[in-house]
């Protein structure tokens, strides 16, 4: 069937309705939705790339790397990255910016093993694996939050003095924090002297951050991260995957046979989304840290709402810890997790309380596990 300008087609048009059906149902996964700010459309009629390495601008101008640079700017200061060396740039998501995060790693301890916990998210495994670089996986405890003394156990008996390890700030499931300060400690107790910490804030950095006090302690300083990577897709809200990684410092020079084609050098990467740089700093100029701030301290209030709504009806919820968006409880029964789609890993499944998460549709929720318990 050809398509004709300016008419939705039939497969489309369901798609949408599927889409808006589904949306009052949207709390088991931390995406989010809001509508697009009408001031921006324009812009999706026109392409925008953001060429090369983050620090060039190519010769064209339908790209947004000066907005780029804002983004990564505002948000490195946000964690506390020294200005003079700070490096950054918007990646597809998280799994990317963990990739070019360890990719750092590397070059500086290009025979380290990498170090994760068992409730590291499979990008971690999936970069290591990329990049060839031996990954050792660590116990948690209960709650997904990485063991120290096994840490220190393993990397006593792993040769040589470097180590890289990834710290999680907030797994997937249950949102539990490594701590990045212990980790270093740790690390320096077994004799490491050549650490790199690679911190994974996909979801929970940004709302930790701002109601907690910026630089965080897991941000880019000495007692913290190397590289920090988050998502934009999350907490941030945009439409499309996206993600921010942030280093201290930028890549060291590379082997790898980078040219100005374009008029940007693109050692590091080539064809870039100019649109993602695009919503993320209209959405950081819009809220402003004061609003970020707000939203966040809602989100975690509706975040303890739906803890102990839960729990009241019957059904125990717990959240990691009291910045968590996350709220963990037993897998509900099938026929709401027909309505509600979440993850059931085990016995266990969560909702996330990113910012279209309200009040009422917790109470939809928590009333239709009453329901189906
Ligand atoms: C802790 C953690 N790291 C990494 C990722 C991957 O993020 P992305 O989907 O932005 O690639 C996720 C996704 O849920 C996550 O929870």
């Avoid at 590291?120 to 660590?138: G, T, Y």
């Amino acid at each position: 069937m050809p398509v004709r300008d300016g008419a939705l087609p039939a497969a489309l048009a369901d798609r949408l309705d599927r889409l808006r059906s589904a949306e009052p149902y949207k709390v088991g996964f931390p995406g989010w939705s809001t509508p697009m700010p009408e001031a921006l459309l324009p812009f999706f009629s026109h392409e925008l790339n953001n060429y090369g390495d983050p620090d060039g601008d190519p010769v064209f101008p339908w790209h947004t790397k000066d907005l780029e640079r804002e983004v990564i700017d505002q948000v490195a200061e946000m964690f506390g990255a020294r200005l003079d060396s700070r490096w950054g740039m918007v990646t597809v998501g998280s799994g990317e910016a963990i990739l070019y995060g360890l990719w750092h790693a590397r070059q500086r301890f290009p025979h380290a093993c990498v170090f994760h916990s068992t409730a590291a998210h499979p990008s971690v495994l999936r970069a290591a694996a990329l990049l060839r670089m031996p990954a050792v996986a660590v116990p948690t405890d209960g709650r997904g939050e990485l063991d120290y003394a096994a840490l220190r156990s393993r990397c006593a008996r792993t040769p040589g003095s470097a180590a890289v390890v990834v710290a999680t700030v907030g797994t997937t499931l249950t949102e539990a924090v490594d701590d990045v300060p212990r980790i270093r400690a740790v690390l320096a107790d077994a004799g490491v002297t050549d650490q790199y910490l690679h911190v994974d804030a996909a979801l929970a950095g940004m709302p930790i951050a701002l109601a907690s006090g910026c630089p965080p302690s897991f941000g880019l300083h000495n007692q913290g991260g190397d590289s920090l990577s988050i998502s934009g897709h999350k907490f941030l809200g945009t439409p499309f995957p996206t993600g921010l990684l942030l280093a201290r410092s930028g890549p060291l020079p590379t082997a790898v046979p980078g040219s100005t084609l374009c008029g940007a050098p693109d050692g590091t990467s080539s064809s870039r989304n100019g649109h993602a740089a695009l919503l993320l700093w209209y959405h950081l100029r819009r809220h402003g840290a004061g609003g970020l701030r707000r939203m966040a301290l809602r989100c975690q209030a509706v975040a303890e709402y739906a803890a102990r709504r839960l729990s009241a009806a019957g059904w125990p919820a717990w959240r990691a810890h009291r910045y968590a968006l996350t709220v963990v409880f037993r897998t509900p029964p099938p026929a709401v997790l027909d309505r509600w789609p979440m993850p059931a890993v085990g016995e266990i499944s969560h909702i996330v309380c990113t910012p279209g998460v309200t009040h009422e549709r917790i109470d939809r929720f928590v009333a239709a596990v009453r329901a189906a318990s």
